[in-house]
């Protein structure tokens, strides 16, 4: 239980977890009867904080056999998911819910833990992150906080917004699992409005060595996860100055840069963009996307995305002035993505300078409209005499360019003037 007090609206945000159809079917399958269910973690918290739950997890004491077993005699499907780790995901009406059965950590190495099962709901509260995350709710409504989550939640009333703080000694948390010293700046470029808990700061530098230990992947998620969050920027400066973000991806911020796009964001009311956010915060260059793919182990859609903007980037840089021409030109050599990517990062740089035929013609792209195709193909070529080799590849280079230097034209009369010029050159 907790010793703080819930406001009516807290309090009702609670209630309306409890009182989801599909919710109330796995409380009637899975609690009572010597066993017990409860929400946990996020769903708490974010109600509590008055977002949108849009994912609801439970901890139950009964085993992962005693689970599936109970949803099914009440008729759910139950797939084991992470039995291993005591997790059965049960589906109602289509809606998988994961059910994960108390735990105690036995021993843990900065990676992993050796869990066993239990049945204290306290126990299993205390040996998570951040106290905002161990409180949980149960199906008579009750508000369980043994961490004291729910007055590190804040009092928006009184000015006073969340912090994100360890339970117990921080060091010890973290060593625990080092992908908590991401997690704690991810949290807190989430939910922190003052300056990051001092407790959890120090033991996040203290405990930087033990980065190295983490893989890639679990690198790159926990990074791109932060990048989406309100407070990406205040995080990533953070983290450089404490010389942690180069320990664990090898990146040299430039925190400006993200500043300035995290506003572009507000200022136009488009969504955050993780990747791209990554590379307003680390890709200058080609070479930075490249390094950045093998240092987060990238997907190769994502380094793909990083690399044609890289290019464009460089080519904003280079003529300080978009055209349209040009601007249509960058598209069809990169893509439409590309060159929106790269204004984005640039927009509001003092060197840069756009036309208004150019910018609305980047925001058309960012709307959806697609970039200028080649309307040539080597059939063409072969249609007009030019004889199968080396001369379809170099003439189909040099109409290209062609195509490109006159901005990109598209239509029946583009492609007309493109063929009498194709004939020229072969009769030349």
């Given at each position: 239980?907790?010793?703080?007090?819930?406001?009516?609206?807290?309090?009702?945000?609670?209630?309306?977890?409890?009182?989801?159809?599909?919710?109330?079917?796995?409380?009637?399958?899975?609690?009572?009867?010597?066993?017990?269910?409860?929400?946990?973690?996020?769903?708490?918290?974010?109600?509590?904080?008055?977002?949108?739950?849009?994912?609801?997890?439970?901890?139950?004491?009964?085993?992962?056999?005693?689970?599936?077993?109970?949803?099914?005699?009440?008729?759910?499907?139950?797939?084991?998911?992470?039995?291993?780790?005591?997790?059965?995901?049960?589906?109602?009406?289509?809606?998988?819910?994961?059910?994960?059965?108390?735990r105690e950590d036995?021993?843990?190495?900065?990676?992993?833990?050796?869990?066993?099962?239990?049945?204290?709901?306290?126990?299993?509260?205390?040996?998570?992150?951040?106290?905002?995350?161990?409180?949980?709710?149960?199906?008579?409504?009750?508000?369980?906080?043994?961490?004291?989550?729910?007055?590190?939640?804040?009092?928006?009333?009184?000015?006073?917004?969340?912090?994100?703080?360890?339970?117990?000694?921080?060091?010890?948390?973290?060593?625990?699992?080092?992908?908590?010293?991401?997690?704690?700046?991810?949290?807190?470029?989430?939910?922190?409005?003052?300056?990051?808990d001092p407790d959890?700061?120090?033991?996040?530098?203290?405990?930087?060595?033990?980065?190295?230990?983490?893989?890639?992947?679990?690198?790159?998620?926990?990074?791109?996860?932060?990048?989406?969050?309100p407070g990406a920027?205040?995080?990533?400066?953070?983290?450089?100055?404490?010389?942690?973000?180069?320990?664990?991806?090898?990146?040299?911020?430039?925190?400006?840069?993200?500043?300035?796009?995290?506003?572009?964001?507000?200022?136009?009311?488009?969504?955050?963009?993780?990747?791209?956010?990554?590379?307003?915060?680390?890709?200058?260059?080609?070479?930075?996307?490249?390094?950045?793919?093998?240092?987060?182990?990238?997907?190769?859609?994502?380094?793909?995305?990083?690399?044609?903007?890289?290019?464009?980037?460089?080519?904003?840089?280079?003529?300080?002035?978009?055209?349209?021409?040009?601007?249509?030109?960058?598209?069809?050599?990169?893509?439409?993505?590309?060159?929106?990517?790269?204004?984005?990062?640039?927009?509001?740089?003092?060197?840069?300078?756009?036309?208004?035929?150019?910018?609305?013609?980047?925001?058309?792209?960012?709307?959806?409209?697609?970039?200028?195709?080649?309307?040539?193909?080597?059939?063409?070529?072969?249609?007009?005499?030019?004889?199968?080799?080396?001369?379809?590849?170099?003439?189909?280079?040099?109409?290209?360019?062609?195509?490109?230097?006159?901005?990109?034209?598209?239509?029946?009369?583009?492609?007309?003037?493109?063929?009498?010029?194709?004939?020229?050159?072969?009769?030349?």
């Amino acid at each position: 239980m907790t010793s703080a007090t819930l406001t009516p609206g807290q309090g009702d945000a609670l209630q309306a977890l409890l009182q989801r159809p599909r919710v109330a079917r796995l409380f009637a399958a899975l609690d009572g009867n010597g066993e017990e269910l409860r929400i946990v973690g996020g769903a708490v918290r974010d109600a509590l904080l008055g977002l949108p739950v849009t994912e609801i997890d439970l901890a139950a004491t009964s085993t992962p056999e005693q689970t599936t077993a109970r949803a099914r005699r009440a008729g759910l499907k139950s797939v084991p998911t992470g039995v291993d780790h005591g997790t059965v995901t049960v589906i109602v009406d289509r809606e998988p819910f994961e059910i994960t059965t108390l735990r105690e950590d036995v021993e843990t190495d900065g990676r992993r833990a050796q869990v066993r099962f239990g049945r204290d709901f306290d126990a299993d509260a205390l040996r998570r992150d951040f106290t905002i995350n161990a409180m949980s709710l149960d199906g008579q409504g009750r508000l369980h906080d043994p961490a004291g989550g729910l007055t590190d939640l804040g009092d928006p009333a009184g000015g006073r917004g969340p912090r994100v703080r360890f339970i117990g000694d921080a060091t010890t948390r973290i060593r625990e699992d080092y992908l908590r010293t991401l997690r704690f700046f991810r949290f807190h470029a989430r939910f922190g409005q003052d300056a990051p808990d001092p407790d959890g700061f120090a033991a996040a530098i203290a405990c930087r060595d033990g980065l190295d230990q983490l893989s890639r992947e679990r690198v790159r998620a926990e990074l791109l996860k932060l990048l989406a969050a309100p407070g990406a920027a205040e995080a990533i400066t953070l983290m450089s100055g404490a010389s942690l973000l180069h320990r664990v991806s090898g990146i040299v911020a430039e925190p400006g840069r993200l500043e300035r796009l995290v506003v572009r964001e507000d200022r136009h009311g488009a969504a955050a963009d993780a990747l791209l956010r990554l590379a307003a915060a680390a890709v200058r260059v080609a070479e930075d996307a490249r390094a950045l793919q093998e240092r987060l182990r990238l997907s190769g859609a994502e380094a793909m995305r990083l690399g044609n903007l890289a290019r464009a980037q460089e080519r904003l840089h280079g003529a300080r002035r978009l055209s349209l021409a040009a601007a249509r030109a960058m598209a069809a050599e990169l893509g439409g993505e590309a060159l929106t990517d790269a204004v984005a990062l640039v927009d509001g740089a003092p060197w840069f300078q756009a036309g208004d035929n150019a910018r609305d013609y980047v925001a058309a792209l960012a709307a959806g409209a697609a970039a200028p195709v080649f309307p040539l193909r080597g059939a063409d070529l072969l249609a007009l005499g030019v004889t199968p080799g080396p001369a379809v590849g170099a003439m189909m280079a040099a109409l290209r360019t062609h195509w490109l230097d006159a901005g990109c034209p598209e239509g029946a009369a583009a492609r007309a003037g493109l063929l009498a010029h194709a004939t020229d050159m072969a009769a030349g």
